[in-house]
């Protein structure tokens, strides 16, 4: 079963349902942007079941919500029948975006690590698509899973319930056997692993804050910063390799002057 696959069934659509909060870096990034919101075009990547719809829609000067699993739509639109957003949710997939203009959007997010479940490659690929239908100087805001979380990931707690226990202790031994052990990991900038997501049914892809960094600059992508999972808290640059209990991080950088 592919990544897609998943999204789109009604098992991992269900779980999505109870997703309505933003997350402490989303709640942090909102707070430095809101009062620019109003005069802005924003693309949504991967919307899920609206998590994030219903607290921007409303404050932007136009929105159109993506999402690239047609069972999510489906549901979506189920939801929500009599939304009036319902004209600017469609399907869509970020890695083929010709549906939308070049120089369009002023904000783009794609949140919940939603790019993070394609090939490096097609990484890439929508990396270049979200610069090119964004417009000159504006902002991309995105979340994907940090390498060096790769020790936590592998960690066994005692907290005096045996049945919890237990399952961690057989979800380290199919973590080893589906990605090997960690220090595998340790020199390397990216990496796709099996982090158990949806019963080890999805692969994701990891990469370290320096080199997530790096690879955005190659792209043009300019002013780049980062915010903590755990606290919504900017991140200084200084420490990056210090970086090691957030599953995942926020990013907030600036589209390129020249596409």
Not at 19 to 30: G, S
Not at 101 to 119: A, P, Q, R, V, W
Not at 215 to 225: A, C, D, P, T
Request: glycine share 6%; aromatic share 14%.
């Amino acid at each position: 079963m592919s990544n897609k696959d998943s999204w789109n069934s009604m098992k991992v659509v269900n779980v999505y349902v109870r997703e309505k909060k933003l997350q402490k870096p989303e709640e942090t990034i909102v707070g430095l942007i809101d009062p620019q919101l109003p005069d802005w075009r924003m693309l949504d990547i991967g919307i899920g079941l609206g998590r994030t719809t219903h607290h921007f829609a409303p404050r932007v000067k136009e929105y159109i919500g993506i999402d690239y699993s047609f069972a999510m739509i489906k549901t979506y639109r189920q939801l929500f029948p009599d939304s009036s957003l319902n004209g600017n949710i469609r399907l869509g997939d970020a890695r083929m975006m010709q549906d939308f203009e070049t120089n369009y959007f002023d904000f783009i997010l794609f949140s919940f690590n939603g790019i993070d479940y394609i090939s490096h490659e097609d990484r890439l690929h929508a990396l270049e698509e979200i610069k090119r239908v964004g417009k000159k100087g504006g902002l991309f805001i995105f979340s994907t899973h940090n390498l060096q979380y790769i020790d936590n990931l592998y960690s066994i707690k005692f907290g005096g319930n045996l049945k919890h226990f237990l399952y961690q202790c057989y979800r380290y031994l199919r973590l080893i056997y589906h990605n090997g052990l960690p220090q595998k990991y340790r020199d390397k900038d990216f990496a796709i692993i099996n982090d158990s997501a949806y019963h080890f049914k999805v692969t994701t892809y990891y990469i370290k804050p320096s080199a997530q960094i790096e690879q955005l600059e190659r792209l043009g992508f300019k002013n780049i910063r980062l915010f903590s999972l755990k606290t919504g808290e900017e991140i200084p640059k200084a420490d990056l390799h210090a970086i090691t209990k957030d599953s995942w991080i926020y990013y907030l950088c600036e589209l390129p002057s020249e596409n």
